[in-house]
Each structure stands twice: as C-alpha cells, then as structure tokens.
C-alpha cells in the first residue's frame, strides 16, 4: 500500500512507519523537522511540511491508500493541536478524494463494553478531570472526522507505555475493552495498520488494550 503518517516523529507515528516499512509498504512521513526522524528506508519518503496549510499537504495525500495520524497533544499545553492539525489533514484529504484515514484519539472518549470494576472507572474519572482540555480537544476532532467525507477510525488507547511490539492486544469496536489501563505505542502502531482494510472499523471509535 501507499501510506502518509502524520505525526511521525511522534512515539506511535514513528512505530507505524517502522512496521509499514518492515511489511513491504511505500510510506511518506510527513514531519515539521526532518532531523527528528530516526527511522530509514529505501520506500521512505520524508516530507516537510506546516501541518496547518492543507494546501501543502495536498501532495503528501494525493493517490494515497491510507492516511495514518498521531498528531495530539503531548501535555495540557498543547490542548487543540488536535483539532486544529486534523482539520488540515482532512481539508488536504479530501480536496485529493482520499478516504481512509486512521487516527489516535483516547480510551476516555469510548465507554466500556461491560460494567467496569469500581477501581477502574474511578481511576478514568481522576485522569478525565485533569486532562480534560486534552479530551475537550480530542471530542472536537472525533466530531470534525464524523463530520468530514473520509473513511475515519478512531483509535482509542488507555495510557501508553514505550515496550516492545507484541501483536497480542485487545480490540473492541464501538466501545473499549473491559478494564483497559494500558497498550506499548508499538502495538497501538500495530493495530492501527491492521485496521486499514477493515470495513467493519470505518466511522468508528475502537478501543485498544492488554
């Protein structure tokens, strides 16, 4: 396939671009500053752009098969990137007619598919109120998604943590999986590629876990 990663610099974006390169993929890694991408290869193509003119990402979009994104906020400083990187993103997207695009969101957007213990949702609640500008700006992306003419998915981790990749995480679509507390960035990289031709994930948020 033919895939553009935003945000590739970043700890999911660089591992999507890594694993889409090690599965035979051609990739264009669209980043403000060459420099901090560390991941090489003969199908790389590296594009520097301003993430917030669609204009300039057009041809980082154009004949593409997928889009893949990890642009968010790091910290609560940087609440609205969100939003504002996405909406160009989809601006370019859709002025090339490209449709599939996976993003990364947060588990705290989806509910769970059963009753969840206690602990568990009160921990939710405690990270919820002190992020809650982050999530304030990832709802404000998911509704620009719904309302966009893409394919979207939106990927919804709990809390990432640097470990090796393991393929073996939990996936629920429409909802998260029951006490889901954490996933490696490298598997969250993981499941995002394999949801790229799957239907059943298109306009939907799908949670993923250990």
């Known amino acids: 396939m033919e895939l553009t990663v935003f945000g590739a610099t970043g700890g999911v974006g660089r591992e999507v671009v890594r694993q889409a390169l090690d599965a035979g993929h051609r990739v264009t890694a669209v980043v403000r500053d060459p420099a901090r991408l560390t991941v090489t290869g003969s199908r790389l193509r590296v594009f520097p752009a301003d993430l917030a003119d669609a204009g300039a990402l057009r041809a980082a979009v154009a004949g593409r098969d997928a889009v893949l994104s990890g642009l968010g906020a790091r910290r609560k400083a ?63 992306m998911e509704a620009a998604l719904a309302r966009s003419a893409t394919d979207w998915t939106s990927v919804r981790p709990p809390r990432l943590l640097d470990r090796p990749l393991t393929g073996r995480y939990r996936t629920a679509v429409g909802a998260n999986p029951p006490s889901a507390r954490v996933i490696g960035r490298a598997d969250v990289a993981h499941a995002m590629l394999a949801m790229v031709p799957d239907p059943a994930t298109v306009g939907q948020g799908v949670g993923v876990a250990y």
Request: cysteine-free; glycine content about 10%.
């Open 78 to 140: 940087d609440a609205g990137v969100a939003t504002r990187l996405t909406r160009g993103v989809l601006d370019a997207m859709e002025a090339e007619g490209v449709r599939r695009l996976l993003v990364v969101s947060a588990a705290p957007l989806g509910t769970a598919a059963g009753r969840e213990p206690l602990l568990d949702r009160a921990v939710t609640a405690l990270v919820g109120a002190v992020l809650k500008d982050v999530y304030a700006d990832l709802r404000a």
